[in-house]
Nanobody, 122 residues
Framework: VQLQASGGGLVQAGDSLRLSCAAS????????MGWFRQAPGKEREFVAT????????TYADSVKGRFTISRDNAKNTVYLQMNSLKPEDTAVYYC????????????????WGRGTQVTVSS
């Protein structure tokens, strides 16, 4: 599967953004999906995951209550709605896919899209 993330940009603290990740192929619904982010000088970190059917989601504590992950299997797309953005949310955001399990461990993801930059000014 090939993934392409989009929707990043420069916003002010408190604003919202919605990221999208479009996947190629006809088996998108077979994949567990995740969003990760990487800030300059830091390791890539888990943001959110979603199960294949979309009924189960998990979030990093730092984004819980502010971010929402969702997916539309008919459109081969996973979303990340980000509300109440903070400067510490500034990072390159990546979507990723894996066939095996719903996990926060980036090492378990086999497929990665190019990231999209999110910059939140104070």
């Amino acid at each position: 599967v090939q993934l392409q993330a989009s929707g990043g940009g420069l916003v002010q603290a408190g604003d919202s953004l919605r990221l999208s990740c479009a996947a190629s192929g006809r088996t998108f619904s077979s994949y567990f999906m995740g969003w990760f982010r990487q800030a300059p000088g830091k390791e890539r970190e888990f943001v959110a995951t979603i199960s294949r059917g979309g009924s189960s989601t998990t979030y990093a504590d730092s984004v819980k209550g502010r971010f929402t992950i969702s997916r539309d299997n008919a459109k081969n797309t996973v979303y990340l709605q980000m509300n109440s953005l903070k400067p510490e949310d500034t990072a390159v955001y990546y979507c990723a896919a894996n066939l095996g399990l719903q996990t926060a461990d980036p090492a378990r993801y086999h497929y990665w899209g190019r990231g999209t930059q999110v910059t939140v000014s104070s």
